[in-house]
């Protein structure tokens, strides 16, 4: 994998913010975009700027076939069946409220989640089970994140009829076994939901190989434009699920009194879509794709493992998620003893341009349940460097012989 040659097409990177290169730690919130996606974003409104699905003009033609190509480039992404089975959302919020809520789910049925779920998962269960009475069960994960499989089959009856995970935390790194956790589920005859908002970046995720039956990401973690995700939903599953918002286009007809749904994906695509978007995401697969799923996890856990290297022996870090780097992926979440998470974050901003997220990640019940106030995250990708990672981790070093000496 060729950093330095990838580098060169992130615009932002070879830019001076406050007279230094910026050093950008916070991909697992939203990559950068390189200027082939945003060439392909530009080209949509110059080019072709009309509506899919409806109008039969010529434009309108080319931007459905251009969406098509994205769903089928998409559908090999994650190795669908069909490219029927991808629908485009606004992210992956969005495509994990369509399967919690949409599931047809009510009393006496019951939801299996970790303790570690971002709000994107955790709240919708909880409002589901909040207004339906369906029951919450949640599987608890081990002090530093890992998931056992006895423990969560503990929480398998027959009555489950979702399990909806989070294949990679944010905040932890760690990444679910996800087939054996699929199997399990269908072997009591419940359903999984994976959020794979974290995971899809850089892991090679095959939804036939795991047999799951939902999952969701989002384009703006791998390289794409914001405002859109994307939702896998099995074969005829997505029949039987409803979609979060009704209207134009998500209908094969109306009549005063009532309306038939289209089949999935375009009931879940109401309303007119956002198009640059989705041709930005189609830029986007193709480069990540080019570059190589396996190449991006090595690169990132090979980043991990120099900086859990150079901090391991500071008694006034701790780290977050497992001890072992290559459990963590391109995450490092810590603590400096005698310092905020934010307090970190905004020094290493100010005095060395290193961006990354503070606080409790969207995962407050995570942080709340093991009576922690939050955590530093870096999160690295396809452009970051060793030298960034040293510049970060003697920054680290300095902060610690401060503000906690002789710990
Ligand atoms: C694990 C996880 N799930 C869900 C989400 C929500 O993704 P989106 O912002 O695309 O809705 C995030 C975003 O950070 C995430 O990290």
Redesign the pocket.
């Known amino acids: 994998m060729d950093v330095s040659k990838i580098r060169k097409d992130f615009a932002v990177l070879n830019k001076e913010v406050g007279g230094r290169l910026p050093i950008y730690f916070d991909n697992?919130?939203q990559t950068l975009r390189p200027r082939q996606v945003t060439e392909a974003v530009m080209e949509y409104y110059e080019s072709y700027p009309a509506c899919a699905g409806r109008s039969v003009h010529k434009l309108a033609t080319e931007v459905s076939l251009r969406c098509d190509a994205v769903r089928a480039r998409a559908a090999e992404y994650f190795n669908a069946e069909n490219p029927t089975e991808i629908a485009f959302t606004k992210?992956?919020?969005?495509g994990?409220n369509t399967v919690i809520f949409g599931s047809g789910l009510a009393k006496g049925d019951e939801v299996v989640t970790t303790d570690y779920e971002?709000n994107?998962?955790h709240v919708p269960v909880l409002e589901l089970a909040r207004t339906t009475g369906v029951r919450h069960r949640i599987v608890r994960s081990a002090a530093d994140g890992t998931l056992d499989l006895e423990a969560f089959e503990k929480v398998m009856t027959r009555k489950v009829k979702l399990v909806a995970m989070?294949l990679?935390?944010?905040v932890t790194g760690y990444t679910l076994p996800a087939k054996e956790i699929v199997d399990i589920a269908h072997s009591y005859g419940a359903k999984v939901l994976l959020?794979a908002?974290?995971a899809a970046p850089s892991r090679k995720i095959d939804v036939q190989a795991l047999g799951v039956d939902s999952m969701a990401a989002?384009a703006?973690?791998m390289c794409g434009p914001s405002g859109v995700?994307l939702l896998y939903v099995r074969g005829e599953l997505g029949e039987n699920i409803k979609p979060r918002i009704f209207g134009g286009h998500g209908v094969t007809d109306t009549d005063i009194t009532s309306f038939k749904l289209l089949p999935p994906p375009e009931r879940f695509e109401t309303g007119l879509q956002n198009y640059s978007g989705i041709v930005g995401t189609g830029a986007s697969l193709q480069y990540v794709s080019s570059i190589g799923l396996d190449e991006i996890l090595d690169h990132e856990i090979s980043l991990n493992r120099r900086m859990s290297h150079a901090l391991a022996g500071l008694d006034a870090v701790s780290v977050v998620g497992p001890s072992d780097p290559n459990q963590r992926g391109g995450l490092f979440s810590f603590n400096v003893k005698g310092l905020s998470a934010h307090d970190v974050a905004m020094i290493l901003d100010n005095s060395k341009n290193i961006m990354m997220r503070s606080g409790m990640h969207?995962c407050h019940s995570f942080f709340h349940s093991r009576h922690i106030d939050g955590c530093a995250r870096v999160s690295v990708y396809i452009y970051n460097t060793n030298e960034e990672v040293d510049v970060f981790t003697d920054a680290v070093m300095d902060l610690a012989d401060k503000f906690s000496p002789g710990a």
């Open positions: 697992a919130c992210n992956a919020t969005e994990l971002h994107s998962v989070c990679t935390s944010n959020d908002a974290q989002s703006h973690k995700g969207c």
